[in-house]
Structures are given as C-alpha cells and as structure tokens.
C-alpha cells in the first residue's frame, strides 16, 4: 500500500486555480477533480474570490473562472 501524501493548502488552491483557468468549472467538477469535500472546496472558493484570484457566475450552479490576477499568479 503506498503512503497517503498530504497536500498543501498552497497546492489546493494552485489547482483550483489551473482548473478553472482554461475554462470555467462548477463547484462539483471542482470538487471531484481535486477529490476535496464540499465543505473544504466552500473556504478555498470562497478565499480565491475574496482575494480576486477566482469569479463566480451568478448563475443557480455558478461557474468558476480564474482572474487575470489568478492567472498571473499561476
């Protein structure tokens, strides 16, 4: 059995970030695609949005999209 690997919360949030920066992603997508919970995927949206690095549609199932300044920062 190989060992678990921890992540980091620089790493989650990278990821984030390079999933939603070539197009936008749901909340869902982002959760499966970096195997978070959606309690856990909630404070790491919301600390990209706060920080302007991520936008969110105003959609019922809004869209993820990277900002310039996230994409910068990438």
Known sequence: MLP???RGKGQILYQILSLCKGESA??????YALNLNFANANEYLDLLIKNGLLEAGHEKAPLYKTTQKGIELL
């Open 4 to 6: 678990r690997i921890r």
């Open 26 to 31: 749901i909340k869902t997508k982002i959760v």
